[in-house]
């Protein structure tokens, strides 16, 4: 349940958070959440496509972090058999 919430969080602050740079009226509001966009305030990155990065963001989320753990804790933690 925590990847499926993680993905979509990670997709919802994509489509719906601020795209760099910040605007002259509002400069306080939080943009480029999860760095999407570049590791810049200034300007929007070129070298990667957005969706992409997003997509790989969302995999290497999932893959090397969440799965790992759960394996781990299932482990760590198993269930004590029944009586």
């Known amino acids: 349940m925590q990847s499926l919430a993680a993905l979509a969080i990670l997709w919802v602050s994509y489509h719906y958070g601020p ?8 400069p306080n509001r939080a943009f480029n959440i999860n ?3 570049g590791f810049t305030d200034a300007r ?3 070298l990667v496509a957005p969706s992409l990065w997003l997509v ?3 995999a290497l989320n999932v893959s090397p972090f969440y799965l790992p753990s759960h394996l781990l804790f299932r482990r ?3 269930m004590a058999p029944a009586r």
């Open 19 to 26: 795209v760099p740079p910040p605007s002259a009226s509002d």
């Open 35 to 37: 760095y999407v966009y």
């Open 44 to 46: 929007v990155q070129t």
């Open 56 to 58: 790989g963001l969302m």
């Open 76 to 78: 760590l933690f198993a």
